[in-house]
């Protein structure tokens, strides 16, 4: 299966609530006026895109409709995609490797959205790549975490630093940290602790995650990833707001999206964090996942 197919399938659930009623506002032969540009308006608010961002999208169509450059619906269809597409330079989307020594991703997010599973499959996707990957398993607060991140270390195949359940996460970090300068590793993907972003105490703590690796390498963490649940689309903004107040958030990974309806918060997301999504969760085995490509995103969103 392709990128796009795997991602139209993935996208099913969005495509179904947003895609069909776009498809019904952008409907091949229609004219462009001031109804349709009032009905796209409402269609794309339901999708979760987010006002600020819709805002931005209806006067960019509503420009170009004045200037005489669109005047049918298909016209508009096309003039939406690559103006959401440009909203994600290639650059920004891309992973920052370092030049010398380990790459230190930290991971990030709530219980509950996906993360643990999300670094597994940041393994088994970047070790599909040629990549010798280690796991460093500081979340040590709940309950069979570790054992969760052992077993999927050893079905992705990559090596693991851990410590027994409620150990100090900073210690796991420093001593994966040492690890990965030992064995020569390209990258080291830190799970840490799921939190509330309403709990300081366990905020503050990811933050000394942060201090350790930096000090023990140099420049790390060279990304620090938050995966947000696609499936509950505007209060995914609100957490990511709260957590880059504590950890400097370079990119995102949007998991769970094959059981969105909400689809459109990736949109919405971009414009309202200047954060990129970097990664797409799009189903439970260790494969579904693909760094995110806004064409192939928007061509699937907009499939019939």
């Known amino acids: 299966m392709g990128l796009f197919d795997r991602i139209k399938k993935g996208l099913t659930r969005t495509r179904e609530k947003i895609g069909a009623g776009l498809n019904a506002v952008l409907a091949v032969g229609r004219k462009v006026d001031q109804s349709l540009l009032d009905e796209l308006r409402d269609t794309l608010l339901l999708s979760d895109v987010g006002p600020v961002t819709v805002d931005k999208l209806i006067g960019s169509v509503e420009s170009a409709w004045k200037r005489g450059k669109v005047s049918e619906a298909q016209e508009v269809r096309e003039h939406l995609k690559q103006q959401i597409a440009e909203m994600w330079p290639e650059a920004d989307r891309t992973l920052n490797y370092s030049p010398d020594g380990p790459t230190v991703i930290l991971v990030t997010g709530i219980n509950g959205s996906g993360k643990t599973t999300s670094v597994a499959k940041l393994g088994q996707y970047l070790a599909s790549q040629g990549k010798k990957v280690i796991l460093g398993a500081c979340d040590t607060y709940r309950a069979a975490a570790v ?73 790390a963490p060279h990304e620090v990833l938050l995966v947000l649940d696609a499936t509950i689309g505007q209060n995914a903004v609100n957490q990511a707001h709260v957590f880059s107040q504590h950890v400097r958030v370079t990119g995102l990974f949007l998991a769970k999206l094959d059981g969105s309806a909400k689809g459109g918060i990736v949109i919405g997301i971009r414009d309202q964090l200047d954060v990129p999504v970097k990664f797409v969760g799009l189903g439970e085995t260790p494969q579904d996942v693909e760094p995110f490509e806004p064409g192939s995103f928007m061509d699937a969103m907009f499939a019939e």
């Open 147 to 219: 054992e969760q991140l052992t077993v999927w270390s050893e079905r992705i195949g990559v090596q693991i630093v851990k410590h027994k359940q409620d150990a100090d996460p900073g210690a796991v970090a420093y001593d994966a940290c040492e690890a990965a300068i030992a064995r020569k590793a390209d990258v080291l993907l830190i799970d840490t602790a799921g939190r509330l972003h309403t709990q300081d105490h366990l905020m503050r703590e990811l933050g000394k995650i942060q201090k350790v690796v930096e000090r023990k390498i140099p420049g």
